[in-house]
């Protein structure tokens, strides 16, 4: 079973841009749809980004779309989220995980999450 940690997070002003990085270990995350997910304080964890296992497509939140880009380098099992133009309601606690695409949207295919990383951007 593949393990996911996140990394890169940090705290920005708005209008700046951070990387974060999904390292797998214990296995390839070439085989994987993966996808960020974020978690604001008091709320839900919600659906960011997703891509497929080939890198070929992707999918983005619509509150994140044109400012965001998810990507993928097997080589070296890792998945990128870049993230410009953040904005003070881009503050959470950002995770990625092994995904699906659904009707109802991009959900995650395990129920083990890891630490995840924190997302602070500044007004």
């Known amino acids: 079973q593949v393990q996911l940690a996140e990394s890169g997070g940090g705290l920005v002003q708005a209008g700046g841009s951070l990387r974060l990085s999904c390292t797998a270990s214990?296995?390839?995350?070439?085989?994987?749809?993966i996808a960020w997910f974020r978690q604001a304080p008091g709320k839900a964890r919600d659906f960011v980004a997703g891509?497929?296992?080939?890198?070929?497509?992707?999918t983005y939140a619509d509150s994140v779309d044109d400012r965001f880009a998810i990507s993928r380098d097997n080589t070296k099992n890792t998945v990128y989220l870049q993230m410009n133009a953040l904005k003070p309601e881009d503050t959470a606690v950002y995770y990625c995980?092994?995904?699906?695409?659904?009707?109802?949207?991009?959900?995650?295919?395990?129920?083990?999450w890891g630490q995840g990383t924190q997302v602070t951007v500044s007004s």
């Open positions: 214990g296995g390839a995350i070439n085989g994987y749809n």
């Open positions: 995980n092994t995904a699906a695409a659904h009707i109802t949207g991009w959900k995650a295919s395990s129920e083990k």
């Open positions: 891509i497929t296992w080939t890198g070929h497509s992707s």
